[in-house]
């Protein structure tokens, strides 16, 4: 078996039986191969779109869309990646058609340990000569948004649903899981060229926001010298993004309703109605039924924005994509800032995987990018990362541990999260200030 760089080399296992996946799967990592799994052609689709897949190794029959489809795609749309078919059910037909469509190779089930390496091998061999040197990217699938995790799938399939109806969407997430990269992604995927408008809600004032929103005529007020369009008139035929939707104030929930109702609106200091076609789409970050529940948001509103939601899911509970992230954005930065791509060690990636990430996305984006400015080595070890993943590092201790020292650990985990911020540890850890700073006070003293 060729043992030259299978670390670097990326297997996609498309297979409905887990069986199967599981056997080729311990197989090949036994071999140092990087494996991804999916159970369904449209799964192995989204992650082909995100990931540099080398080799595909698809099963012909599967419920909802077969494999021949895969293999037709892949051969269609991504060059040098080798493609393995493995079947269950030997009809000549079919291994034959796959090799018509693309397929390099077929192996019938079951197969030993051997006849998989063999296919493996010459598959590669195959596709190697001329492989390009790419990078992470994504397509259309994915609209540029990276990410392969079960939620990620079903946030893609709601924007491939919502792209082409003009209903309003609503996108919740925590600070910095990609909101407004959804946003854009709705607007652009059309392939029109229409106006998108982003507006930071929660930015404007009252006094001026009627005039932003919708514009005002020449003499409207003292000041108004000419007539000016505003947001809504300037994103007709495209989209409006209304951000930070839960900072609005009461005064402009109730004009944004308006517009939301009659699709018109005047301009101020003008007493005819104006008609615009704007596709609206909202974001917040913070609950809106809690405010609505509050009196702090429309109820009304709420029920006219929550048509289509978009639920992100925070980066903790993404799985793989934290790796998948970190070696998409190591290449991104490595090639803006002109310096050599570093790599994360499995010990510090491990502490990647298993932090809160209460900044998201962004937050692991903005680490990438001071590491890779600051971090003279090849690779990222645990020391180079900031204080509150090194904690994290070391969870898998085992049981033989005294509660105290669990305790101070997972203290100190939650005061690096929240940056050393003493209220809101202390909120997250359910005490008040004053227990948490003699738990804080105890922990130094022994660590002296
Ligand atoms: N899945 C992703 N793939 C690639 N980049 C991402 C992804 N999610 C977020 N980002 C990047 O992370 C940063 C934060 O994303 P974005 O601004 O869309 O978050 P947000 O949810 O609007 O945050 P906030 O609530 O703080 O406004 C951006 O630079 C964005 O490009
Ligand atoms: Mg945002």
């Known amino acids: ?54 080799l595909v190794i698809t099963d012909l029959k599967m419920p909802e869309q077969n494999g021949m489809q ?25 291994a034959v058609n796959s090799i018509k469509v693309g397929a390099e190779e077929y192996l019938v089930k079951p197969f030993t340990e051997d006849e998989l390496f063999n296919s493996v091998e010459r ?14 990217t994504a397509d259309a699938n994915t609209f540029g948004i990276i990410g392969t995790s079960e939620p990620m799938l079903n946030v893609f399939q709601t924007i ?25 992604a709705l607007h652009y995927s059309s392939g029109v060229q229409t106006p998108f408008v982003p507006i930071n809600c929660g930015g404007i004032p009252d ?19 000419e007539t000016r369009a505003g947001f809504f008139q300037t994103a007709d035929g495209g989209t409006i993004f209304l951000d930070e939707i839960g900072n609005t104030s009461l005064a402009m929930q109730a004009k944004l309703l308006r517009v939301l109702q009659d699709k018109e609106f005047y301009m101020v200091g003008s007493k005819k109605p104006e008609k ?26 709420y029920y006219r924005l929550f048509i289509i939601n978009i639920q992100l899911p925070p980066l903790r509970q993404r799985g793989d994509d934290v790796e998948i992230l970190t070696s998409y954005f190591l290449s991104k930065y490595a090639k803006e800032l002109g310096k050599k791509e570093i790599r994360f060690t499995d010990k510090a990636m491990k502490a990647l995987k298993v932090y809160d990430w209460p900044g998201n996305v962004r937050e692991l984006q903005n680490l990438i990018y001071r590491l890779t400015i600051l971090v003279e080595d090849d690779f990222i070890d645990i020391p180079d990362l900031p204080e509150a993943f090194r904690y994290s ?51 130094r003293g022994n660590s002296n």
């Not at 599981?22 to 989204?46: D, P, T």
């Not at 792209?163 to 946003?183: F, Q, Y």
């Open 1 to 54: 078996m060729n043992k030259l760089n299978n670390s670097n080399t990326n297997v996609l296992v498309v297979d409905d039986s887990i069986e199967t996946i599981e056997l080729i799967k311990r197989n090949l990592e036994a071999a140092s191969f990087r494996i991804y799994i999916a159970h369904q052609v449209q799964s192995a689709i989204a992650i082909l779109s995100s990931v540099n897949i080398d």
């Open 70 to 94: 895969l293999v037709r795609h892949v051969s269609e749309n991504f060059k040098h990646v080798g493609i393995l078919v493995i079947t269950g059910f030997p009809s000549i037909e079919g």
């Open 123 to 136: 598959v590669l061999n195959k596709t190697f000569t001329g492989r390009k040197n790419r990078n992470t």
């Open 160 to 184: 491939s649903k919502a792209k082409s109806t003009n209903a309003t969407v609503l996108i919740t997430g925590e600070s910095g899981t990609g909101k407004e990269l959804v946003a854009r």
């Open 207 to 225: 006094t001026l926001l009627e005039s932003e929103l919708f514009g005002h005529v020449k003499g409207a007020y003292t000041g108004a010298n």
């Open 276 to 301: 615009v076609n704007v596709r609206i789409v909202a974001a917040t970050n913070v609950d809106l039924m809690e405010l609505v529940k509050k009196g702090l948001f429309r109820e009304d509103l």
């Open 393 to 443: 590092a070391y969870q898998d201790r085992g049981t033989d541990r005294p509660l105290v020292e669990i305790e101070h650990e997972y203290i100190m985990k939650v005061l690096g999260t929240h940056r050393n911020n003493i209220s809101r540890t202390a909120r997250t850890l359910g005490i008040d200030r004053k227990t948490l700073r003699e738990k804080i006070k105890r922990i």
